[in-house]
């Protein structure tokens, strides 16, 4: 097996974890928000849920960036500015200061105390925006995952490219 073809089926391995990743946190948020309105889940616990789901979700956001550091010779040229863009929004968004400072940690360094809910509150506003919907619609849209709307659609489509170039099947993923 050729070295290339070794890292394009790492490349889609690593895409696959990433979509299951984008999938799981975005429909567990919504899974709990549902029980949240229907009473059988307290607020407290939705607050937990949150902000267990949208850490996952920034990890995975820094994933992607971490896939373009060490893949772009494989993205194809066909779907490269659309990961581009993507990752300029994602860094926008403050996810790797949210990763940082927020999810990883309880101390701010340069403040010399724990990071306070308010400050929690204003990295969360800043990645997600004013809706939580439109947010989670922009991850993944389970009505419509298309390219290149939703997170889930550009990465699904850029792991579908690299395992055609490389003639790929899921099989070899899933025997590493």
Not at 105 to 129: C, F, T
Not at 130 to 147: G, V
């Amino acid at each position: 097996m050729s070295a290339d073809r070794d890292t394009g089926i790492d490349a889609v391995d690593v895409l696959n974890d990433l979509i299951a990743d984008l999938i799981a946190g975005t429909n567990v948020f919504i899974d709990y928000r549902q029980r949240l309105k229907s009473g059988q889940f307290r607020v407290e616990q939705m607050s937990a849920v949150q902000k267990m789901c949208f850490s996952h979700l920034v990890l995975s956001f820094c994933k992607l960036l971490e896939f373009w550091e060490h893949y772009q010779r494989l993205v194809p040229h066909a779907h490269r500015k659309d990961l581009k863009e993507l990752n300029a929004e994602i860094r926008r968004r403050g996810a790797k200061d949210f990763r940082n400072k927020i999810a990883g940690h309880i101390w701010d360094k340069k403040l010399q105390r724990p990071v306070r809910n308010s400050e929690i509150m204003a990295y969360l506003d800043g990645l997600i925006g004013k809706h939580a919907d439109d947010f989670l619609n922009w991850i993944n849209n389970p009505e419509s995952n298309a390219y290149p709307e939703t997170i889930v659609s550009v990465v699904e489509t850029i792991r579908d490219a690299i395992a055609r170039e490389h003639a790929i099947d899921p099989s070899e993923i899933l025997k590493r």
